[in-house]
């Protein structure tokens, strides 16, 4: 199980990356498809560290909030 964050990077398409896997970064046509590419990714990171026989990492946490300032 990993976080993942979506961000809106324009023109309807979603970003999508992991915090505890930096090298995955993908994204998608919508919120859908972002979801479906940030999986392909991850498990394609995994297999690769696998393959190099790195560990891979715990879940962590990763939290998004809004922050209200007045102007």
Request: net charge negative; aromatic share 8%.
């Amino acid at each position: 199980t990993f976080n993942v964050v979506y961000e809106d990077a324009g023109e309807g398409w979603v970003y999508a990356h992991v915090p505890e896997l930096p090298e995955v970064q993908t994204q998608g046509a919508d919120l859908d498809e972002a979801r479906v590419m940030v999986k392909d990714a991850i498990a394609l990171v995994l297999d690769e560290r696998r393959a190099r026989g790195e560990a891979i990492p715990q879940t962590g946490w990763a939290l998004v909030e809004a922050v209200e300032i007045a102007a």
